[in-house]
């Protein structure tokens, strides 16, 4: 992969972790009204997802962001869609998958951020793991294999089930866009990957 792609790959992986964080602000709503929606080759796999992220992006505000990202993610007790690995690999929270994650963590020289409140195994965490891992300047640590170990371990086997979750439920709007263009591009992701092995 040319030096272009891997940081465009770092740059998706960096807004899809801000996007599933948090609801979006006003700066990041602004920046989606310029953002361009054709891909350098039309008909791309990814060009009718990311139209459809930017196009909800368009149609929604900070205020609206805020409270489906509240019906959907938070709540008291059990959210409506959970957000974290262990959910989708274990059935359960805090469940083996994430003592394993964060046994990679460790070797990977990373620890949780105690003033973030979520755990390692949510989606926007191992989102800003690969990020780091394609940008990053370590090259023991930072390149393909390490890329691909974490994302065969800790990204592909329950991203995408998140990702039908939030599409299936009915206050959706703007996450839905998200979840398909994050589906989209956990597919180009593999598929990737697939080549390599």
């Known amino acids: 992969m040319d030096d272009a792609e891997e940081l465009a790959r770092a740059e998706a992986y960096g807004l899809l972790a801000r996007l599933w964080w948090a609801p979006p602000d006003a700066e990041l709503f602004r920046q989606f ?67 394993v994650l964060r046994a990679d963590l460790a070797r990977l020289g990373l620890e949780r ?37 974490f994302f065969r371990a800790h990204v592909q086997p329950w991203v995408e089930r998140l990702c039908e979750a939030v599409q299936a439920h009915p206050r959706a709007r703007l996450y839905a866009a998200l979840a398909g263009f994050t589906a989209a591009f956990m597919q180009v992701e593999t598929q990737g990957f697939d080549l390599i092995e």
């Open 33 to 99: 009204t310029v953002a361009v929606t054709q891909a350098p080759q039309p008909g791309a796999f990814l060009e009718a997802p990311w139209q459809a992220l930017v196009g909800a992006m368009r149609e929604s505000d900070p205020a609206a962001a805020a409270a489906e990202y509240a019906a959907l993610f938070e709540g008291l007790g059990k959210p409506e869609v959970f957000v974290y690995g262990s959910y989708y690999l274990a059935g359960f929270l805090n469940e083996r998958p994430l003592a």
């Open 113 to 149: 951020d105690p003033a973030r409140g979520e755990t390692e195994d949510h989606v926007a965490c191992v989102f800003e793991v690969m990020r780091w891992l394609i940008a990053g300047d370590d090259v023991a640590l930072c390149n393909l294999e390490q890329q691909r170990r």
